[in-house]
């Protein structure tokens, strides 16, 4: 069965092979940092395995790794590799002989995916099913990569090496932006565990006139977006505003319907998802990936449509729910 | 209620605004947090290492990178460009206007994973939308062609974002179901989706309209920059 691990490994080999070619290149820091992750990803199931069993030695050891990550983010060593466009002649002429062939290997990767979401449910032999269903959208592109990869190697004629070196490059230019989203589901937990979102929910609603509809429709919705540009996750940030003034305000006192309250107070916080740095992945990671000058780039491409769209949820959630 | 762990919030606050490494600043405040919570330096290392071995799942674009980094090795930007540059009617405006169409209705069906940054955007959404600006703006200067492909990010974004709710079987719709039923609201899942068809339908038309204007000021730009080298040939 094709499973998520497998994924994760093959990530895993992918980390392991970027700190293979820093370290023949003298880039030490970063040979220490892509190969540390690498062991993140090797022994990431044995580490859950080990917590749920009782030990936590594993668990901590991957937390010094974590620390010692950010520790090597933080020296500034992780340089970008100067920009080597001395091959751009090469590229147009190769772009000119293979033309629209080269789409087919990126074309791929969605069309697979999407085979392969759609298959899941009736790709079994037997009992035995080849995807594992829990984690099928995941399987599907990590599979769906893989696939693509052999398809553009045949077609550009490269070797696996040259595969790994190119993903290397890639890497490189993202430094230390590609672990970012997964250092802040990390703080998401820790805040979560400390109770920062009931201290703020606490704050908020002792702030807040609750006799006012409107004053108590205009705090949870903002107060999803603003939790969510902290925590940088809506889903985060949910169950916090929602049990801390939705439901005992807006559903408890001013009987709004809930299905109405949760679905609006969510896509309010989503408003929050374009504003922040915190939601990496989608505002930071593309910054450094389509090399933008400005890292807040995406952001400031983003911030208007979020303004007008969480006004929009507001006066959407004040009409709606209260019919 | 114990207030100090939100210092953690603080120094992310701090740090982000001092542009100091996010990376670091990100860690220390977790730091922070935990042993304002009182939490014991063993528990909280274990809480990092957990929490972070458990979200592995966000690192899985990274398997893109091969496929994309061998293809541009290849020519595909180059590919893309030239492309996009044969196509007359497709402007800028068309070209992102039917992108966000299509990642908001196949969020909708849950196709989430099909599109995104490393997927569509750098290899084929980005130049495509650069070689479409060039159609307005020939000479394109660096900062207009990075603002072209900030406009590319954030319309997957917004595509991704406000199709995804509509989606019953997955993510928000179930979070928002199980929380509810967790404080006693039975609610089936299609009641709650429904309610995010008017913020999809809101966010096409406003971002949209976003895109119109952007490329109707790039095309104001480039008038008076042309009617002066017009002036200049006539001298």
Redesign the interface.
Same mark, same amino acid.
């Given at each position: 069965m094709l499973r998520?691990e497998y994924? +994760?490994w093959?990530?895993g080999l %992918?980390?392991l092979a970027a700190g293979a070619f820093e370290l023949r290149d003298r880039r030490y820091a970063q040979a220490a940092f892509w190969t540390i992750l690498a062991v993140?990803?090797f *022994?990431?199931?044995a $580490?859950?395995a080990a917590?749920k069993a009782g030990n936590?030695l594993? &668990?901590?050891?991957?937390?010094?790794? $974590?620390?010692v990550?950010?520790?090597i !983010?933080?020296t *500034?060593l992780l340089l970008r590799r100067p920009a080597d466009d001395g091959?751009a002649p090469l590229?147009?002429?190769?772009?000119?002989r293979?033309?629209?062939r080269?789409?087919l290997?990126? %074309?791929?990767?969605?069309?697979v995916?999407?085979i392969l979401?759609l298959l899941t449910p009736y790709a079994h032999v037997g009992d035995f099913a080849l995807i594992d269903a829990r984690?099928s959208?995941?399987v599907?592109?990590?599979t769906a990569?893989?696939i693509?990869?052999g398809?553009?190697?045949l077609? =550009?004629r &490269?070797s696996v090496a040259? !595969?790994? *070196?190119?993903?290397t490059?890639?890497?490189d230019s993202l430094s230390?932006?590609?672990?970012?989203?997964? /250092?802040?589901?990390? /703080?998401?937990?820790?805040?979560a565990?400390?109770?920062?979102g009931?201290? $703020?929910a606490?704050?908020v609603s002792a702030a807040i006139p609750t006799q006012s509809r409107d004053a108590c429709v205009f705090a949870y919705g903002i107060g999803m977006a603003l939790f969510t540009i902290?925590m940088g996750n !809506?889903?985060a940030a949910?169950?916090v505003m929602?049990?801390g003034i939705g439901?005992p305000l807006l $559903?408890g006192q001013h009987g709004a319907h809930?299905?109405?309250v *949760?679905?609006?107070g969510?896509?309010c916080g +989503?408003c929050g =998802?374009?504003l922040t740095?915190?939601a !990496?992945?989608?505002?930071?990671?593309?910054?450094a /990936?389509?090399e933008?000058?400005?890292p807040n780039?995406?952001i400031?491409?983003?911030w208007? =449509?979020a303004v %007008? /769209?969480l006004a929009?949820?507001l006066v959407?959630l004040d009409w %709606?729910a209260f019919r | 209620m114990n207030y100090w762990p939100l210092l953690g919030i603080a120094i992310v606050v701090v740090g982000f605004a001092r542009r100091m490494n996010p990376a670091l600043v990100v860690v220390v405040a977790g730091i922070a947090s935990g042993l304002l919570a009182g939490l014991s330096i063993p528990d909280l290392l274990a809480l990092l290492g957990r929490a972070f071995v458990s979200n592995r799942f966000v690192l899985i674009l990274i398997m893109t990178l091969p496929t994309i980094g061998l293809l541009e090795r290849a020519g595909l930007r180059e590919r893309a460009h030239s492309w996009i540059a044969g196509l007359h009617q497709l402007t800028l405006a068309r070209l992102l206007i039917a992108y966000l169409g299509v990642r908001q209705c196949l969020s909708m069906l849950g196709l989430i994973a099909v599109a995104g940054h490393p997927q569509t955007v750098r290899p084929l959404l980005a130049p495509m939308a650069e070689a479409a600006a060039e159609k307005i703006d020939p000479a394109l200067d660096d900062e207009q062609r990075d603002r072209v492909k900030a406009l590319a990010a954030a319309t997957d974004n917004v595509g991704l974002f406000f199709g995804e709710d509509v989606f019953l079987a997955f993510g928000a719709v179930l979070l928002i179901q199980g929380f509810l039923s967790q404080h006693g609201i039975e609610l089936d899942p299609r009641s709650i989706a429904i309610w995010a068809l008017p913020t999809a339908i809101a966010a096409f038309v406003i971002h949209a309209l976003r895109i119109v204007w952007f490329q109707r000021s790039l095309r104001r730009r480039r008038k008076p920059r042309v009617a002066r080298e017009a002036d200049d040939a006539a001298h």
């Open positions: 998520i994924v +994760y093959a990530c %992918l980390l993140c990803f *022994g990431g199931d $580490v859950s917590d936590a594993p &668990a901590q050891a991957t937390g010094i790794a $974590v620390i990550l950010a520790a !983010a933080g *500034g091959d590229r147009r002429a190769s772009a000119q293979l033309g629209n080269l789409f290997p990126a %074309l791929a990767i969605p069309i995916t999407l979401v984690q959208t995941l599907a592109l990590g990569c893989v693509a990869a398809a553009a190697m077609l =550009t &490269a040259t !595969a790994f *070196g190119e993903s490059r890639l890497l230390w932006a590609a672990l970012l989203p997964m /250092l802040l589901a990390t /703080l998401g937990a820790v805040f565990a400390t109770g920062v009931e201290a $703020v606490h704050l902290i !809506a889903f949910f169950p929602t049990a439901l $559903v809930a299905a109405v *949760g679905s609006l969510m896509l +989503y =998802t374009l740095p915190m !990496a992945n989608f505002n930071v990671v593309p910054a /990936l389509l933008l000058r400005d780039g995406v400031r491409a983003q208007p =449509t %007008l /769209l929009t949820n959407l %709606l | -």
